[in-house]
Nanobody
Framework: QVQVVESGGGLVQAGGSQRLSCAAS????????MEWYHQAPGKERGLLAT???????YYADSVKGRFALSRDNAKSTWYLQMNNLKPEDTGVYYC?????????????WGQGTQVTVSS
């Protein structure tokens, strides 16, 4: 099984930067894709960005050129670097690990971390 825990949220001014972390534990080698989601106040959770095991990335149009994904294999931690933040980036950020083995498949969600961007 896999567990993930996000951290790094907080209050930041518009135009500033914030780095979110997603620490994974358990069957790390089974993680195929790490996904990041954003849930703005009063809105549904939406896919923001993904990083595959092979290094392929996907970014939603709203964050292309501003957000960047990375990972530290030694720490089993994935990162979402957020630059040039805008008030509309405010919300809860979740990471989700898509993991599978020959015997099981699952998506492990973290508890989320709040980011508030002040104008």
């Amino acid at each position: 099984q896999v567990q993930v825990v996000e951290s790094g949220g907080g209050l930041v001014q518009a135009g500033g930067s914030q780095r979110l972390s997603c620490a994974a534990s358990g069957s790390i080698a089974s993680i195929n894709v790490m996904e990041w989601y954003h849930q703005a106040p009063g809105k549904e959770r939406g896919l923001l960005a993904t990083l595959s095991r092979g290094g392929s990335t996907y970014y939603a149009d709203s964050v292309k050129g501003r957000f960047a994904l990375s990972r530290d294999n030694a720490k089993s931690t994935w990162y979402l670097q957020m630059n040039n933040l805008k008030p509309e980036d405010t919300g809860v950020y979740y990471c989700a690990a898509d993991a599978f083995t020959p015997d099981w498949a699952l998506r492990a969600w973290g508890q989320g971390t709040q980011v508030t961007v002040s104008s």
